[in-house]
């Protein structure tokens, strides 16, 4: 199985900052990366699919990059309603595996 | 609009069986490919299992396998998840998926549309 290692697992940042989170795959996943986002008490939502393509509706302050193993997702400028957990997903092969998380609090 | 919608969640004793159910709107459902994933009370995701858009071929974590079963009713747009011999361990929101092919060097799978989740309790 392919494992998905997120960094940090926790954030603090302030609105209006930009922070940055990575997901490091066991294997190469030639860019089958994707990105969610979960908000407490909801369904995770599709961010970020292919490594760096922006699902339909989702603010352009939010992109992703990587390749072979290693991936990140950026948000600029952060609003309010970016703070949330954020998952990582390796899409190449099954089991699809997840990254433990990253929680992005308001400091 | 896409909207999955699941049931059938509960409160279940240790080796007995539930089944879930999932609803799904607002697409051609036949023509997709159909997952769920789960996820334990303050903990991260978990895929469990996927099928083809004809059911034909049917995918499983190795903790399910032999347990569990995942079907779909084309004709109603209804995805299941049939669980057996259930443990403390698969408790759990259980969210119905929609599985959306991508293409880059290889191709590649990702979850585009989620629903609200059914919560599923395994104890005595």
């Known amino acids: 199985d392919i494992q998905m290692t997120q960094s940090p697992t926790s954030l603090a940042a302030s609105v209006g900052e930009s922070v940055t989170i990575t997901c490091l795959a066991s294997?190469?996943?030639?860019?089958?990366l994707v990105w969610y986002q979960q908000k407490p008490g909801k369904s995770p939502q599709l961010l970020i699919y292919g490594a760096t393509i922006l699902e339909d509706g989702i603010p352009s302050r939010f992109s992703g990059s990587g390749s072979d193993t290693q991936y990140s997702l950026k948000i600029n400028s952060l609003q309010p309603e970016d703070f949330a957990s954020y998952y990582c997903?390796?899409?190449?092969?099954?089991?699809?595996?997840f990254g433990g998380g990253t929680k992005l609090e308001l400091k | 609009e896409v909207q999955l919608v699941e049931s059938g969640g509960g409160l279940v004793q240790p080796g007995r069986s539930l089944k879930l159910s999932c609803a799904a709107s607002g697409f051609t459902f036949s023509n997709y490919y159909m997952a769920w994933v789960r996820q334990a009370p303050t903990k991260g995701l978990e895929w469990v299992a996927s099928?083809?858009?004809?059911?034909?071929?049917?995918y499983y974590r190795d903790s399910v396998k032999g347990r569990f079963t995942i079907s779909r009713d084309n004709a109603k747009s209804t995805l299941y998840l049939q669980m057996d011999s259930l443990r403390s361990e698969d408790t759990a929101t259980y969210y119905c998926?929609?599985?959306?092919?991508?293409?880059?060097?290889?191709?590649?799978?990702?979850?585009?549309?989620w629903g609200p989740g059914t919560m599923v309790t395994v104890s005595s």
């Open positions: 997903q390796n899409g190449l092969s099954t089991p699809r595996t």
């Open positions: 998926t929609r599985d959306q092919l991508g293409a880059a060097i290889y191709p590649y799978w990702y979850f585009d549309f």
């Open positions: 294997e190469d996943i030639y860019g089958s």
């Open positions: 099928i083809t858009n004809s059911g034909g071929s049917t």
